[in-house]
C-alpha cells in the first residue's frame, strides 16, 4: 500500500510562513504528478497547487497564487508548498496527493497535516 506522509503542519501567526513536505517512503513518483488540496473545518476539500512529474509545470488555486509555491526533489521523492503571507482562512488540513498528471490528482492520498493560521 502506498503512504504518503505529510510534514510542517502547526500554528502560525497570520503574516507568517510555513512549508509543508510530503514525502512517499520506498515508491518512486518521478513520473507521477503531486499536488495538495486542503480541506478546512465545515468545507469541501479544495484543490490549492500541483506540479507536473518533471516539474516543469505547476498550477494553482487562485486563493493562494502570488502567496504559495509549489516545488519538488524528483531525487528525494518529495513535494513541498511553502506558504508565505498566511492568512486565517488558510486555516485547514493540508493533504498530499500523487496522479498521472496536475488535473487527475487522486490516486494516492495521505493523511494530512494541520495548519493553522491565528489572527
Known amino acids: 500500500q502506498v503512504q504518503l506522509v505529510e510534514s510542517g503542519g502547526g500554528l502560525v501567526q497570520a503574516g507568517g510562513s510555513q512549508r509543508l513536505s510530503c514525502a512517499a517512503p520506498?515508491?518512486?513518483?518521478?513520473?507521477?504528478?503531486m499536488g495538495w488540496f486542503r480541506q478546512a473545518p465545515g468545507k469541501e476539500r479544495e484543490f490549492v497547487a500541483a506540479?507536473?512529474?518533471?516539474?516543469?509545470?505547476?498550477i494553482y488555486a487562485d486563493s493562494v497564487k502570488g502567496r504559495f509555491t509549489i516545488s519538488r526533489d524528483i531525487a528525494k521523492n518529495t513535494v513541498y508548498l511553502q506558504m508565505n503571507s498566511l492568512k486565517p482562512e488558510d486555516t485547514a488540513v493540508y493533504y498530499c496527493?500523487?496522479?498521472?498528471?496536475?488535473?487527475?490528482?487522486?490516486?494516492?492520498w495521505g493523511r494530512g497535516t494541520q495548519v493553522t493560521v491565528s489572527s
Open positions: 496527493a500523487v496522479g498521472r498528471t496536475i488535473n487527475t490528482l487522486g490516486d494516492y
Open positions: 520506498g515508491r518512486t513518483f518521478s513520473s507521477s504528478a
Open positions: 506540479i507536473s512529474g518533471s516539474a516543469l509545470r505547476s
